[in-house]
């Protein structure tokens, strides 16, 4: 499926969105995340039509973890993944104590944002 680019409205004019645009765009969403909650990479990737991975990158380079709490951003497969601010440890920790429940490296499905869960946005928008 083709993705659609992410367009920018400035000075009356829609354009193509800048990496900038981009990183702010992932913290917004990220940011909108609540406390004992998780999304996942593919999730925000869907709404914003750009790649898991992208995100992912742009989350690694989170300089503001405390104020884009990129901790609560897990793997489609439920399964934590990194974290830059000191590895998966230190990501099961932090999401433990805002009560998600992470056992072997995975949390609960019953964590995950209703938005983000079978398939995601996209998913729901087809029926």
Known sequence: MARI??????????RAARVEDLKEAVYMLVSTI????VAT???IADLLGVSPRLVALVLKEN?????????????SSLRVGGYSMGGSRVKERLLSLEGVAVRAGRVSERDVLDECRDGGPRERRKS
């Open 63 to 75: 300089k503001q973890p405390v104020v884009v709490p990129c901790h609560r951003v897990v793997m």
């Open 41 to 43: 990479y593919k999730c």
């Open 34 to 37: 609540p406390v004992g909650k």
């Open 5 to 14: 680019p992410l367009l920018v409205y400035e000075g009356g004019v829609f």
